[in-house]
């Protein structure tokens, strides 16, 4: 069946990649953390790279691969690693594939944890420039004869700054520098990463590919359009025979097998249950995100909104022209100043305060002294974080549910 619209191959494609034993619909979730073969030399030829399969589970099993096959699919690339969570993905790729005396470019505006990790980075001897993002033109001025990475995520989080894909993607190209984006906020049901010439994506599929806050997960996935013929810093063992493996061969071997934070197999499956929705959640998200944004742009208790859907958001005109069909289920509001953030949220009862999102539920959470916490007053100025900052991950309710519980929270708190 080749011409399924992308909707439909989401909700067939365990059935239709994997071909599962038995007639099921799912592949089944294989737990064996050893495989038996029928003598040793199958084993040895696995273990050299002559013959497909699997030696361990900490490596690879049929269930990471078969989730791998649909990720890979539904992103068009040329393959996929698995790992038991977002961060693991980035760290594993950032750590296989850079070695000390390496420069890389990095956006300024991250998640706080990718933050800290940078820090980490340069503790290992990589030099991180942090740029604005919003303009390529910051990137290219950063770039040196040791560049070896660019690095940002499609919107930014909490503030929702829209990065400059496409010219970063060009400048990219045109230099042979890796792209590496992380795509959590915009699965492909949003954007086409392809189409501005990332090289690897990296995606927490704890966000809104699995989407129900009950599975952690996260994916490498290798676009295809990088050269990897002009990556130095490829072990001699990992340039297999086809090229378009190198990177991700060197990722699945440093990056997997030797820091082994596989995904768990029952993960893998319920990853790829909440794959299967993904285009009908990520639709409704968008469609509330912006009536919520909207509402919330209008209210004499907010300050500011930040939305890539709403007209005046700086990198609006951007945003139309990458996202295909929203702007994501992120938005931030700074409060009026009369307002009492933590009381604000106490006082929301539909809402939940946590920090997720992705998530079918709505959530809510006071960005500086939670997740930004740990990055200091200093790092937040920079990313265009202040104090008063609420992160809201908008869900799929009914729009009414969730624009009532903020009624009655600003009618309570303002006097
Ligand atoms: N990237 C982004 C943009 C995120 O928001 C997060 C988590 O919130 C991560 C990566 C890390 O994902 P995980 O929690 O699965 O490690």
């Given at each position: 069946m080749k011409n399924l619209s992308p909707e439909t191959r989401l909700v067939h494609a365990d059935r239709l990649l994997n071909r599962p034993q038995?007639?099921?619909?799912?592949?089944?979730?294989?737990?064996?953390?050893?495989?038996?073969?029928?003598?040793?030399?199958?084993?040895?030829?696995?273990?050299?790279?002559?013959?497909?399969?699997?030696?361990?589970?900490?490596?690879?099993?049929?269930?990471?691969?078969?989730?791998?096959?649909?990720?890979?699919d539904f992103d068009k690339g040329v393959g996929a690693v698995v790992f038991a969570t977002g961060m693991a993905a980035i760290s594993a790729t950032f750590y296989s594939l850079l070695k000390a005396g390496d420069h890389i470019v990095v956006s300024q505006f991250l998640?706080?944890?990718?933050?800290?990790?940078?820090?980490?980075?340069?503790?290992?001897?990589?030099?991180?420039?942090?740029?604005?993002v919003t303009e390529a033109r910051n990137v290219e001025d950063a770039i040196k004869a040791n560049t070896k990475m660019v690095f940002c995520e499609s919107i930014a989080n909490p503030v929702t700054q829209v990065s400059d894909l496409v010219g970063i993607g060009?400048?990219?190209?045109?230099?042979?520098?890796?792209?590496?984006?992380?795509?959590?906020?915009t699965p492909h049901t949003l954007?086409?990463?392809?189409?501005?010439?990332?090289?690897?994506?990296?995606?927490s599929l704890t966000k809104y590919i699995g989407g129900h806050g009950n599975v952690l997960g996260g994916v490498v996935v290798d676009t295809g359009l990088y050269d990897w013929a002009g990556f130095s810093n490829i072990d001699d063992k990992y340039r297999v025979t086809d090229i378009s493996q190198w990177g991700l061969t060197q990722i699945k071997k440093r990056g997997l097998r030797d820091m082994g934070a596989t995904l768990a197999p029952q993960s893998a499956h319920q990853i790829s249950i909440?794959?299967?929705?993904?285009?009908?959640?990520?639709?409704?998200?968008?469609?509330?995100?912006?009536?919520?944004?909207k509402y919330l742009s209008t209210h004499k208790g907010v300050?500011?909104?930040f939305y890539p859907g709403l007209l005046e958001h700086p990198q609006h005109e951007r945003a139309k022209a990458l996202f295909n069909r929203g702007y994501g289920g992120i938005l931030s509001v700074e409060l009026d100043a009369s307002i009492d953030v933590h009381q604000f949220l106490n006082q929301l009862k539909l809402i939940i305060s946590a920090t997720h999102l992705g998530d079918?539920?709505?959530?809510?959470?006071?960005?500086?002294?939670?997740?930004?916490?740990?990055?200091?007053?200093?790092?937040?100025?920079?990313m265009g974080i202040r104090d008063s900052l609420?992160?809201?991950?908008?869900?799929?309710?009914?729009?009414?549910?969730?624009?009532?519980?903020?009624?009655?929270?600003?009618e309570t708190l303002i006097k």
């Open positions: 038995s007639g099921g619909v799912h592949e089944a979730t294989n737990n064996s953390v050893l495989f038996e073969f029928e003598d040793v030399q199958g084993l040895v030829d696995v273990f050299q790279g002559k013959k497909a399969g699997h030696v361990y589970s900490r490596s690879s099993s049929s269930s990471a691969v078969s989730l791998q096959n649909i990720l890979n998640f706080g944890n990718t933050r800290s990790f940078m820090s980490s980075l340069e503790n290992f001897g990589i030099e991180v420039t942090l740029v604005d060009e400048l990219c190209q045109s230099k042979n520098i890796l792209f590496a984006l992380d795509n959590t906020m954007l086409d990463a392809k189409k501005v010439n990332a090289s690897l994506l990296l995606t909440g794959l299967e929705t993904l285009s009908m959640r990520m639709s409704r998200t968008c469609a509330n995100a912006m009536a919520l944004a300050d500011n909104v079918t539920r709505t959530l809510a959470l006071p960005v500086a002294s939670t997740i930004f916490y740990e990055n200091g007053a200093e790092q937040r100025k920079k609420i992160r809201i991950s908008v869900g799929i309710e009914d729009i009414e549910d969730i624009l009532a519980d903020f009624d009655q929270a600003f």
